[in-house]
């Protein structure tokens, strides 16, 4: 059997189907596979084939079970059935996610005649740890960090009971033999007690969880809060929060069923909900957008704080903004030192950084925003095997690798944004652990064609002998449609902030006519200057005055000098003047049509962010602004420009200028604007398929994050006919990059096109 089919209890499910159907034989783990040896009644062995294709335990993808007469002499009739020593067979290996603690272990969590009663570390076959510990496979015990906390004998029985479920559980413990909790000298129950009162005094706690450390405080205290974000140096961006159990998310936000879904699973991602108005929660927790991040306990540990603590709670990364999560003791006391007020560690060592997974509600399902903990490094189906065995680099922010070999990749953890030595380091290692779990060892490499990417150069520095440059928004289209697993042509509609063009200009709003080879540019946004480069992209305002004195000429004529001073009367004059001037001679302006810049000009126009501390800030205003208002679109018109359709956004800034100077409301003129870029993208779509353009559409890129505008470019795009795609368990902005590149790599390839 092959799959995720080590570490979700799938030995011990085996030996007890088989127990119970009366055969005899073995079970093993092989490399990254399962082998099963049966003897026994015809029916029986049908029967037991059926089973592990169908009844696999809930954590088990079973993707194919191969029979075959056995290698060895059968086993004799009467000799029981075993689970036998692992092997290292070679062949693709499949690295289990981390598991969110089970409604068995929950219940002797709170168990006061329990003997794991209040154990932070509770776990069996069917939840806890796995990537995170696993250090090898195949996945056994002594592989793993558990390796450290050898089993008591009560333990010992459990795990070689087959009636257990702990029956080789590999993290399994009990507070005699297992991890323990510690806090500056106190262990065990006393730790914990001394954490939990320093977050319900106000302050903040650095604990060490399953992929790294979070740090916590106390959701409901403005004072926490505002503490915690001058510590971190995170002065805007959303924290997430951890309640207790499902009627504390419902107090807090509104959940609909397919949310509901993704909340209470076994990956127990940070799903972002629409927030209720007046809750415990404070106002900074989530400034500048309707949506707060909410998730349940992952571990005992969590499981205890949200119980302990009888509040809504702060749980964010344990790093300093920008810098890779710490996930060990060391670097968490000397990074970290200046924001904990205290430290609640524990002994059992993190083997691999995981930062928590994100997804957000879209309709009737759940799109990903952060594949990380729980969800990666889940493999992912490619529709062109990887003839040989590769690694996509992925892009410089929301970074995340791909390996890829024959039908499937795996995408890598999330890092984060690669900009510095230390995030390149994180990369790096975990690109060295994927590699020896997996068993992947690239002999090509697949890269952004952005020379300055710390990815680009890293994979250029790679020792391989195939590389492969992917186009940045080729990357986006394709790895939707690899995701659904489309091999043909497809219409592709890339949003983002910024990606380099194969022309050498930066694109970010595109129409492209792509199969996962090639592509070709159909379609477009007009194009405006970023006075500064990324100065820009750091300040919304400098953007808009980009549009505002230097615009693509398409035939419409700028705002008027007035309208133009009804936006620059009140920013710095000198900024004004400067951009001006920059703008004019054309220096340090680098010209990108991109939807994401023109997200961030409207919302400056409509002063809901000149400034922003985080990629896309402006963009959630924006969309936070828009709320539910229904508004008629605002003028656009679309022109013909080096044999592609653009779009040509001066009418609509123009308009927003005059709605802005004339009071009106912002909140319509954010909910028009959107509607008008839905109309402007349909409008393309719909030449485009005029034109001989297949009649699906992948839709990727992080600005179809914004709930508001999928929704409204799905509608659109439906009512006239087409299949719309949109990725799910891949992330549309640059998180599933890495795995569009391997997308591409492989079918080129393949294709001998490299």
């Known amino acids: 059997m092959s799959g995720r089919v080590q570490g979700v209890g799938f030995r011990p499910f085996v030996h007890r189907a088989a127990t119970r159907l009366g055969l005899d034989g073995w079970v093993l783990n092989a490399g990254g596979h399962v082998e099963l040896t049966v003897a026994g009644a015809p029916g029986a062995v049908e029967r037991m084939v059926t089973l592990v294709r169908e009844d696999a335990p809930p954590l088990a993808e079973v993707r194919r079970v191969e029979t075959a007469p056995p290698r060895a002499p059968l086993p004799e009739a009467g000799s029981g059935f075993s689970v036998r020593a692992s092997t290292g067979a070679a062949g693709f290996r499949d ?204 571990t005992g540990l969590h499981h205890l704080l949200a119980h302990d603590a009888g509040r809504p709670l702060v749980v964010t990364s344990g790093n300093l903004s920008g810098e890779p999560i710490a996930i060990d003791d060391v670097t968490a006391r000397s990074r970290l030192g200046a924001v904990a007020d205290g430290f609640l560690t524990h002994d059992r060592p993190i083997r691999a950084r995981y930062d928590d997974s994100v997804v957000r509600p879209a309709g009737r399902t759940v799109l990903t925003v952060r594949r990380a903990r729980g969800l990666a490094p889940a493999p992912l189906p490619l529709p062109v095997a990887a003839a040989v065995p590769l690694v996509a680099a992925g892009a410089q922010l929301k970074h995340a690798f791909a390996l890829a070999e024959g039908e499937r990749a795996v995408l890598g953890p999330h890092t984060g944004d690669l900009s510095d030595a230390g995030t390149l380091e994180a990369f790096e290692a975990s690109y060295a652990g994927l590699v020896r779990l997996t068993g992947i060892a690239p002999r090509a490499v697949a890269h952004d064609l952005h020379p300055d990417y710390l990815s680009t150069q890293w994979a250029r520095a790679l020792p391989v002998g195939r590389r492969i440059a992917v186009q940045h928004h080729h990357a986006h289209v394709a790895a939707c449609a690899a995701e659904h697993g489309l091999r043909g042509r497809f219409l592709g509609v890339a949003y983002d902030g910024l990606g380099l063009g194969d022309d050498g200009t930066l694109w970010g709003g595109e129409i492209l006519l792509a199969d996962l080879v090639r592509y070709r540019r159909v379609g477009r946004f007009g194009a405006a200057p970023l006075p500064g480069g990324a100065a820009a992209v750091r300040r919304p305002a400098r953007m808009a005055l980009g549009y505002l004195y230097g615009a693509e000429e398409l035939g419409t004529p700028p705002p008027s000098a007035a309208m133009v001073r009804s936006f620059t009367e009140r920013l710095d004059a000198r900024e004004a003047a400067v951009v001006r001037a920059m703008v004019a001679r054309g220096v340090n302006c680098p010209r990108a049509s991109s939807a994401g810049r023109l997200f961030d000009a409207a919302a400056s126009l409509l002063g809901l962010g000149d400034d922003v501390s985080y990629e896309g800030q402006a963009a959630v205003a924006l969309e936070a602004a828009a709320g539910g208002t229904r508004a008629e679109a605002l003028p656009w018109r679309l022109a013909e420009a080096g044999g592609l359709w653009v779009y040509d956004p001066v009418p609509t800034l123009t308009a927003l200028l005059e709605g802005a100077a004339a009071g009106e409301r912002a909140g319509r003129l954010a909910a028009a604007f959107h509607t008008t870029v839905a109309e402007v993208t349909a409008a393309l779509v719909e030449r485009a398929v005029r034109e001989g353009a297949p009649r699906t559409v992948c839709l990727a890129g992080g600005c179809f994050q914004n709930a508001r505008l999928l929704g409204e470019v799905r509608a659109l795009l439906r009512a006239q006919g087409l299949r719309v795609l949109v990725g799910r368990a891949v992330p549309v902005n640059d998180g599933g990059i890495g795995y569009g590149q391997a997308a591409v790599a492989a079918a080129r390839i393949a294709g001998g096109g490299e």
């Open 95 to 298: 690295v289990p996610p981390d598991a969110a603690t089970c409604e068995a272990c929950l219940g002797e969590l709170f168990d006061p005649g329990d003997r794991r009663y209040r154990y932070p570390f509770v776990n069996c076959a069917d939840c806890g740890p796995r990537s995170t510990v696993i250090e090898d496979l195949p996945y056994d015990r002594e592989r793993t960090t558990m390796r450290h906390f050898p089993l008591c004998a009560p333990c010992a029985a459990q795990y070689a009971d087959p009636q257990d479920r702990r029956f080789h559980a590999e993290p399994v413990a009990c507070p005699a033999c297992g991890p323990r909790l510690s806090w500056e000298g106190l262990t065990g129950e006393a730790a914990l007690r001394a954490a939990v009162a320093a977050v319900l005094g106000g302050g903040v706690v650095a604990v060490k969880g399953l992929g790294g450390y979070q740090l916590v405080c106390d959701a409901t205290n403005a004072a926490a809060v505002a503490l915690l974000r001058e510590r971190k140096r995170r002065p805007a961006k959303p924290f997430a929060v951890m309640v207790r159990d499902v009627a504390a998310v419902r107090r807090l936000a509104r959940l609909p069923r397919a949310a509901h879904r993704a909340l209470t699973s076994p990956a127990r991602p940070v799903v972002l909900l629409a927030a209720r108005g007046r809750t415990e929660v404070v106002a900074a927790v989530r400034p500048g957008t309707d949506r707060v991040g909410l998730f349940l306990p992952t």
